[in-house]
């Protein structure tokens, strides 16, 4: 089939958005950072936005000194990534209908007092049945507060037994292995819930390894973030850090995200190139390419770490306080990706959380009730 071009006398607008609606013609590599495949099949333009407005590498740009039609296909694509990013809303659950009949002409019926814990009691105007929901903390003895205080206090860098003391203090009555066993069950309610959900990550990934130990034996986290959300995508423990087979990390990646990245940042370690020709390299263009000679220092993504090495620094720090983890399979390192990535406000996002930067907003006073309710809700 012959190629076909567009008319002479299109504007630089359409060409634009020509570009933008076929898919795969433009990859983001970093913050204002893009390459956009040229129109006659031959090569690509590298789009910059710099102090002094968009640039771009191609002809029209150069002689010119027009805004060409890829720096206006960058500038759409750009505004439809950020309406897209904002579709995702966790609300807290309120009860508004009746379990039995199904009708919303229900009212509070007082309170009904438990050992540890009050729960709000509701009463039907129409079928009469009285009854008190507890959504995603059914049958606890403890409040829904008290619970995700300790989560708090835990994941903010508590040990157990100070968990327990400061839960004391609040008038919760409850052993460090309960809240252990909390930390446990909504670990794995909350993970397996928001891996659904599908955040709208970057284009350039960062893997990297920290070796932690396990009932004290020296294993090592892999671990594989979005650049420019710091969204914690995926992660795995090894036995070893040069015989590891880095693949698995990759392709869970790709399958919790649905794509590819552009660029995938690590360091020298072999296992990340074989892992990365096996899940992400492809024959099509645009190809993934993979930047392994970064540094600890530097202004670009491409030659500094220190992003991913912030992440380490949080694993590290949570790690002393427990002295060391007891099995590899432990739910506290799923614990830690969920409050990184829905609960801790971060700095290098202006105090966004990495899911609200990725378009995922969890609202309420206590995020992780909302996240827990969301989670029972969905089983």
Not at 147 to 166: K, P
Request: charge should be positive.
């Amino acid at each position: 089939m012959p190629q076909t071009f567009a008319p002479l006398n299109t504007t630089r607008e359409e060409r634009g958005k020509a570009i933008t609606e076929k898919k795969g013609q433009i990859w983001r590599y970093g913050n204002g950072l893009y390459r956009v495949m040229s129109q006659s099949g031959h090569g690509s333009y590298q789009v910059k936005k710099t102090d002094f407005g968009w640039k771009c590498t191609c002809p029209d740009h150069q002689i010119r000194s027009v805004e060409c039609k890829h720096i206006i296909a960058v500038k759409l694509s750009f505004a439809l990534r950020e309406e897209v990013r904002a579709n995702v809303t966790l609300d807290p659950v309120i009860l508004t209908t009746c379990p039995a009949c199904g009708t919303a002409n229900i009212q509070k019926f007082g309170i009904r007092h438990n050992k540890n814990t009050d729960i709000r009691r509701y009463i039907c105007l129409d079928c009469g049945k009285q009854f008190s929901i507890n959504i995603g903390f059914e049958k606890m003895k403890h409040n829904p507060k008290a619970i995700t205080a300790a989560m708090q206090l835990y994941f903010s860098g508590e040990s157990l037994r100070n968990t327990q003391r400061s839960l004391k203090l609040l008038g919760a009555e409850v052993s460090h292995q309960t809240i252990s066993n909390w930390i446990t069950k909504y670990t794995m309610l909350m993970k397996g819930y928001v891996d659904k959900i599908g955040p709208n990550v970057g284009d350039v990934w960062r893997a990297d390894e920290i070796y932690i130990k396990i009932k004290g034996n020296m294993k090592y986290l892999f671990a594989l973030i979005d650049d420019e959300t710091r969204y914690w995508i995926a992660q795995e423990v090894a036995d070893s850090k040069h015989m590891h087979d880095a693949a698995g990390l990759l392709h869970e990646g790709k399958q919790l995200m649905d794509k590819v990245p552009a660029v995938l940042v690590t360091d020298g370690l072999p296992s990340y190139h074989t892992a990365f020709n096996k899940e992400f390299y492809s024959n099509t263009k645009p190809q993934s390419r993979h930047i392994n000679t970064i540094k600890l220092t530097g202004n670009e993504w491409n030659e500094n770490n220190n992003k991913m090495e912030r992440i380490n620094g949080e694993i590290r720090d949570r790690e002393k306080t427990m002295r060391g983890l007891k099995k590899k399979s432990t739910p506290i390192l799923k614990g830690m990706q969920v409050y990184h990535n829905y609960i801790k406000p971060h700095e290098g996002l202006n105090g966004k959380t990495p899911s609200e930067a990725c378009g995922i907003k969890v609202n309420g006073e206590n995020k992780w009730i909302t996240l827990i309710q969301n989670a029972a809700q969905a089983k």
